[in-house]
């Protein structure tokens, strides 16, 4: 099995269906465009020296700028091997629509190599759902990727299972990640399996069990934005609209001797499900705190605790 990383600091998990193990943590570029190079290059020194080498970006990221900046701040240090580091993009959002079209996705992929100053990507996703899909052209830029070696796993982010189903059709390649935002507020894909068969607000599938399908089908889930609240209204940590989830989450910081951080994502890696999660931060020490929530094994109860404390019922 190929494990990335030195591994000593950095909680590993599989990759969907491949022989690959990797940090349990990705590196959220999306802020990074608000660096200096200088900084970002400190920046992915301090991320790779925690074993974070997995890195998450987009093509609408700045505008670009989070992945130009990016492959300028490595692009003459030598001491950064391509080969140490995990780096993923996404594409399919364009000014007003969504385009999968093979046309858009090989530019696309062009574009962003070209900014990253790299060869290839280890991971391509399709950032959103296109309503105009058509599977045979994702299936031709797909394959074209994979033959010239720019690209070598792909993915997709916030689509259900039918829609992967029918990416399915005609992709042959296996779709090993999907990104899905996810917390301990943002949990849906939770609720809905545990108020089955209910009239509660929860038992409303709004993705088609897409967190079972995903793990009977080896896809591993990323988790973004997982401090946020529902409808986009902030954090929920220290926030008055979750005091009983905050109390919880602060008594077991209290418990283990760990920040309020650590406990919020100690709880998304504990699901069996062994979800990746995205740490959109830009300061080292919140990412090393993320990075440190991976030694923390929350019980079944303590879980459940968190869980209910954020107003999901349980039938």
């Known amino acids: 099995m190929v494990v990335y990383g030195k591994g000593k600091k950095m909680k590993k998990i599989k990759l969907g269906s491949t022989a690959c193990e990797v940090p349990s943590i990705i590196v959220g570029c999306m802020r990074l465009s608000e660096m200096s190079t200088q900084e970002m290059n ?30 300028e701040a490595i692009k003459n ?31 696309s992929v062009d574009m962003s190599l070209k900014r990253l100053n790299m060869d290839y990507l280890d991971i391509l996703l399709l950032h959103r759902p296109d309503a105009l899909v058509e599977p045979e052209e994702v299936a031709e830029a797909f394959d074209k990727l994979m033959a010239s070696g720019k690209v070598r796993y792909f993915g997709v982010s916030n689509h259900k299972p039918m829609q992967m189903e029918l990416l399915k059709k005609c992709v042959k390649q296996n779709l090993i990640v999907n990104q899905l935002q996810f917390s301990i507020p943002v949990s849906n894909i939770i609720a809905n399996g545990l108020e089955v068969n209910m009239e509660t607000p929860g038992s409303v599938d709004h993705d088609g069990s897409v967190l079972d399908y995903c793990r009977l089908h080896d896809i591993t889930i990323q988790a973004w934005s997982p401090f946020q609240m529902p409808g986009w209204k ?50 080292e020490s919140r990412l090393k705190e993320i990075i440190e929530a991976g030694k923390i094994e929350l019980t079944r109860e303590e879980w459940y605790k968190l869980y209910l404390a954020a107003g999901h019922p349980l039938p």
């Open 234 to 283: 902030g954090p929920f940590l220290k926030n008055d609209a979750y005091a009983e989830l905050n109390q919880e989450i602060s008594l077991l910081g209290e418990k283990y001797g760990v920040s309020d951080t650590m406990i919020a994502t100690a709880w998304i890696l504990r699901h069996p499900a062994h979800i990746q999660m995205i740490a959109g931060t830009t300061k």
């Open 42 to 71: 400190h920046y992915i020194h301090s991320a790779m020296e925690l074993d974070a080498n997995f890195f998450d970006h987009a093509d609408i990221y700045g505008d670009g700028k989070s992945e130009e900046l990016f492959g």
């Open 77 to 107: 240090d030598t001491s950064i091997r391509r080969e140490d580091m995990i780096i993923q993009t996404k594409c399919g959002i364009r000014s007003g629509y969504y385009d999968s079209s093979a046309e858009h996705i090989l530019e």
